[in-house]
């Protein structure tokens, strides 16, 4: 089960590891990636923090951490080819993955009903 942002990223949880990615919302709205941009393993992020930077023709935009952790894997895929996030933004085209640090923070992210009510 997926749970959102407002910031329109995405979290998917494995027990206390969160993966991360964009919604399909946004990678529509940004238009054909052209590159991505992702943390370093090991880095320690605050929810609310910049994480990542994906890159369109039309705009760049950060990607929020959605709760606090480390990171501790990143996707090489999209660094060689941006386009999975436009293809399978909830599959394939997964940014990064944090291990939480604080699992209270989860409450404040969306079911994909009350995130589609904030898109609609």
């Known amino acids: 089960m ?3 942002t407002t910031d329109h990223e995405w979290v998917r949880l494995d ?11 946004a990678q ?9 941009e992702l943390p370093g393993v090991g ?8 994480a990542a930077t994906v890159e369109s023709v039309k705009a760049a935009s950060d990607v929020y951490a959605p709760v606090s ?4 894997e990143v996707n090489p ?4 080819e941006p ?3 436009n293809s399978a933004p909830t599959g394939a085209g997964w940014l990064f993955k944090m291990k939480i640090a604080d699992a209270s923070e989860l409450a404040t992210l969306l079911d994909e009903d009350a995130y589609n009510a904030t898109i609609s």
Not at 28 to 36: A, I, M, P, T
Not at 43 to 50: P, W
């Open 83 to 85: 386009a999975l996030v």
């Open 77 to 80: 895929k999209v660094g060689s």
């Open 69 to 72: 952790g480390e990171v501790i």
């Open 2 to 4: 997926l749970k959102f």
């Open 28 to 36: 529509d709205k940004l238009g054909d990636l052209v590159f991505v």
């Open 43 to 50: 880095t320690k992020l605050k929810k609310g923090a910049a």
């Open 15 to 25: 027990g206390e590891v969160a993966t991360i990615g964009i919604t399909n919302f």
